[in-house]
């Protein structure tokens, strides 16, 4: 079984200070760990993977988010926000086929 | 670049009628899925396929069928269409290259937002 929980379902930043989204998991096997961002009336675009490779994981547009396996976390972060980082993110983990879990989404509000 | 695209960006039917979505993609991707996205609940599988002709029952089927002929088709069907199935739905496809689906992403389409009135 696996789930996943996103700790926070709305986020407010100022434009230019750091972004913290959270992500906690349980999975009975070693999952791999993804981060969508979905954009108004978009579908949702890849942001990044974990894949059992480095922990700490690189994406685009400046986000990373680091595998901490004893804390069961996956936490997104970026070092300043930009007003088009305004979007809904999704954490999701993934143990096989068709068996994709996504949390509820985190939206993120950048105030200027 | 990948593409998935699915043919209707807003719909809107009665209840009782039999509604198609569809959803193509580029990619040559051996799996396709249907999801539904409600606010507050994150997105749930419908159904999903690995293979022409293939499907498998995801978290919600119930009042949803779908159709895979073709690789690169794969059509959501509401066989009577009632108010609750009003939400946005979004299709998207994975490869298995690379020794399996698990650390694949999945890439969607920019949803179909469906009305039952």
């Known amino acids: 079984a696996q789930s996943v929980t996103q700790l926070d379902s709305h986020v407010s930043v100022s434009e230019g200070t750091p972004v913290l989204l959270r992500c906690n998991y349980s999975?009975?096997?070693?999952?791999?760990l993804f981060w969508y961002v979905q954009h108004p009336n978009k579908g949702l675009q890849l942001l990044l993977k974990?894949?059992?490779?480095?922990?700490l994981v690189k994406g685009i547009n400046g986000f990373e988010a680091e595998f901490k396996k004893s804390e069961t976390s996956f936490h997104l972060t970026k070092p300043s926000a930009h007003m088009s980082d305004a979007a809904e993110y999704f954490c999701?983990?993934?143990?096989?086929?068709?068996?994709?879990?996504f949390g509820d989404g985190t939206t993120l509000t950048v105030k200027p | 670049d990948v593409k998935v695209t699915q043919s209707s960006r807003y719909l809107v039917k009665r209840t009782g009628e039999k509604v198609f979505l569809e959803c193509v993609q580029d990619?040559?991707?051996?799996?396709m899925f249907w999801y539904r996205q409600d606010p507050g609940l994150g997105l749930r599988l419908i159904y999903f396929?690995?293979?022409?002709?293939?499907?498998e029952k995801g978290d919600i089927p119930e009042g949803y069928s779908v159709s895979r002929e073709k690789k690169e088709r794969f059509s959501l069907i509401l066989e009577s269409a009632s108010t609750n199935q009003t939400s946005m739905y979004l299709c998207?496809?994975?490869?298995?290259?690379?020794?399996?689906?698990?650390?694949?992403?999945?890439?969607f389409g920019d949803g179909t937002r469906l009305s039952i009135l």
């Open positions: 998207a496809s994975t490869t298995s290259a690379g020794g399996g689906t698990s650390n694949q992403p999945q890439h």
């Open positions: 999975s009975s096997y070693s999952p791999s």
């Open positions: 974990y894949t059992s490779a480095a922990t």
């Open positions: 999701v983990v993934t143990l096989n086929a068709g068996k994709s879990t």
């Open positions: 990619m040559d991707h051996e799996n």
């Open positions: 396929s690995y293979d022409v002709k293939m499907k």
